[in-house]
Nanobody, 120 residues
Framework: QVQLVESGGGLVQAGGSLRLSCVAS????????MDWYRQAPGKQRELVAS???????NYADSVKGRFTISRDNAKNTVYLQMNSLKPEDTAVYYC??????????????WGQGTQVTVSS
């Protein structure tokens, strides 16, 4: 059973910080990019940040300079450090990756989501 498990969400005041973590576990042979998405109520899911297997990072314009994505390949873990949080960052944050799993082909996997709420 392959899983992506997120942690680190919560309630924080505007200007505060949170650090999200996402661990991939199971019979994993290879991992491509690891990403963070978010979905606010009534809005479409959007890409927040990505970390490619080649070490390239990309960010949505709305979080550039405030969020930092990092990755520990030895632990199959991706992090999202979120600083200077704003109320508009309130959303459910999802971890996503594309993995090659034992006895399966490359496929997309999603975490269960973790709620981030920023109060004004």
């Amino acid at each position: 059973q392959v899983q992506l498990v997120e942690s680190g969400g919560g309630l924080v005041q505007a200007g505060g910080s949170l650090r999200l973590s996402c661990v991939a576990s199971g019979s994993i042979l290879s991992i491509n990019a690891m990403d963070w998405y978010r979905q606010a109520p009534g809005k479409q899911r959007e890409l927040v940040a990505s970390f490619t297997s080649g070490g390239i990072t990309n960010y949505a314009d709305s979080v550039k300079g405030r969020f930092t994505i990092s990755r520990d390949n030895a632990k199959n873990t991706v992090y999202l450090q979120m600083n200077s949080l704003k109320p508009e960052d309130t959303a459910v944050y999802y971890c996503h990756t594309r993995m090659l799993v034992l006895f399966k082909s490359w496929d997309d996997y999603w975490g269960q989501g973790t709620q981030v709420t920023v109060s004004s």
